[in-house]
């Protein structure tokens, strides 16, 4: 397996810790509306939460790994491999939040594996 694809994996899971991780921040943060009067508040009390804090870290990495990854392999081929995020943010979502995921979510969701599986193949 070539550094490249390792890289592309890291990405991936960075980005699903950073979903995961920011959903976890904002639902801890308990922010139920946003006013601008009190954006300022709201904006310190999001930032403040170590999982946002988190997410937000992993975005960056992820982001820097991008740069690289883009510099080794083709885009049309690594920018539908990040599309795999979505089957492992609803797993998360599902055992980590107990959020109920209906049968055609996951059938969606499992076309999009099926895209990244044939475009992986390529």
């Given at each position: 397996m070539s550094l490249a694809i390792v890289l592309l994996v890291i990405g991936i899971i960075l980005g699903v810790i950073a979903q995961l991780a920011l959903k976890e921040g904002i639902t801890r943060a308990k922010i139920v509306s946003f006013r601008s009067e009190k954006m300022l508040v709201l904006l310190l009390k999001m930032f403040w939460n170590k999982f946002v804090l988190l997410?937000?870290?992993?975005y960056a990495v992820s982001l820097l790994l991008?740069?690289?990854i883009l510099s080794k392999l083709e885009l049309s081929y690594?920018?539908?491999m990040i599309s795999s995020g979505y089957f492992?943010?609803?797993l998360g979502s599902y055992?980590?939040?107990k959020?109920?995921?209906s049968w055609q979510r996951w059938m969606?969701?499992?076309i999009?594996?099926?895209g990244v599986v044939l475009v992986g193949l390529s």
């Amino acid at each position: 397996m070539s550094l490249a694809i390792v890289l592309l994996v890291i990405g991936i899971i960075l980005g699903v810790i950073a979903q995961l991780a920011l959903k976890e921040g904002i639902t801890r943060a308990k922010i139920v509306s946003f006013r601008s009067e009190k954006m300022l508040v709201l904006l310190l009390k999001m930032f403040w939460n170590k999982f946002v804090l988190l997410g937000c870290v992993c975005y960056a990495v992820s982001l820097l790994l991008w740069l690289v990854i883009l510099s080794k392999l083709e885009l049309s081929y690594a920018y539908p491999m990040i599309s795999s995020g979505y089957f492992f943010v609803a797993l998360g979502s599902y055992f980590i939040f107990k959020e109920k995921i209906s049968w055609q979510r996951w059938m969606a969701i499992g076309i999009i594996i099926f895209g990244v599986v044939l475009v992986g193949l390529s």
